[in-house]
């Protein structure tokens, strides 16, 4: 029996499917001063249909941060993306990026 391509793909991605994750996250608010930090804890399943060695688990953080500049109205915001810089694959072995930063303005138009 021949297999598509088609199913092969199917069978390598529900091969990689996690087989434990546990997320969370912690947040502060107060009318000047917004942050949170969320956590992925992922254990992947067996990678071999895949042929591709993978890391066991992986743990990666996320943080955001806001300041008000005008309460209420604007805010000057920033937020790191694998904030320890963990190397880790994802689905299908994709290698993920590692830490990476953003930043920018947040205006509210109503109130």
């Not at 092969?8 to 009318?31: D, F, K, M, P």
């Not at 399943?45 to 953080?61: D, G, S, Y």
């Not at 309460?71 to 994709?94: C, H, I, K, M």
Request: glycine letters at 6%.
């Amino acid at each position: 029996m021949q297999v598509s391509n088609a199913e092969n793909i199917a069978a390598q991605y529900l091969a990689n499917i996690a087989r434990h994750v546990v997320s969370g996250a912690v947040s502060l608010t107060s009318r000047w001063l917004n942050g949170s930090l969320n956590g992925l804890w992922k254990q992947p399943a067996a990678a071999a249909a895949i042929n591709r060695t993978q890391r066991t688990e992986h743990l990666v953080f996320n943080a955001r941060l806001e300041a008000a500049l005008l309460p209420e109205r604007l805010w000057l915001t920033g937020r790191v993306q694998n904030l320890f810089n963990e190397q880790y694959s994802d689905l299908l072995g994709a290698q993920m990026p590692s830490r990476w930063l953003m930043g920018g303005l947040r205006l509210a138009l109503c109130r």
